[in-house]
């Protein structure tokens, strides 16, 4: 076995061919091994023989996507206070974060002082005013439905109602 070191316009390398004539140059492919219809010695997959090739880019692992990213699909750390605290819903998690909806938030509807996200990242909405309290009526307020105070001297009647005080 002979090994010449020739041009191929394909890919160049230096080959003993013995599917061939011994001593001459296959133009299909030219490597640097003993080619007997399998691999002596060498990985060959479907590309260039020495390496690992793996439908991608040769020296690496391309597993159809991006090497060591993380995606989640939906990742949420919330307080509930109408279900349960602290759960993470998570579908997919790997090492970086690709999130299509990612939030931290506390979600108590309608109560202020709280963060409630409705897929806006790192803001806080509340349906109120930010900073303050809003319980869907007055603020700090007495409510008496109805209170009489009746002092009776000789028929005459002093009564007092007080509503919203």
């Known amino acids: 076995m002979i090994a010449i070191e020739t041009t191929n316009t394909e890919e160049t390398t230096e080959v003993t061919d013995t599917e ?7 133009t299909e492919e030219t490597t640097e091994v003993t080619d007997t219809e399998g691999t002596i010695g060498t990985n060959y997959t479907e590309g260039i023989i020495g390496t690992t090739y793996t439908k991608g880019v040769i020296g690496t692992t ?16 919330t307080t509930d206070t109408k279900g349960t605290i602290k759960t993470t819903e998570k579908e997919v998690i790997t090492e970086t974060t690709n999130t299509e909806e990612t939030t931290e938030v506390t979600d108590t509807e309608g109560t202020i002082g709280t963060n409630y996200t409705e897929g806006i990242i790192g803001t806080t909405y509340t349906e109120g005013v930010i900073g303050t309290t809003d319980t869907k009526g007055t603020i700090e307020t007495t409510y008496t439905e109805r209170t009489i105070e009746t002092t009776k ?5 002093k009564n007092t109602e007080t509503k919203g005080t």
């Open 62 to 77: 391309d597993t159809k996507g991006t090497i060591e990213t993380t995606y989640t699909e939906r990742t949420i750390e």
């Open 20 to 26: 061939g004539t011994i001593g001459t140059t296959n």
């Open 153 to 157: 001297t000789k028929g005459t009647n």
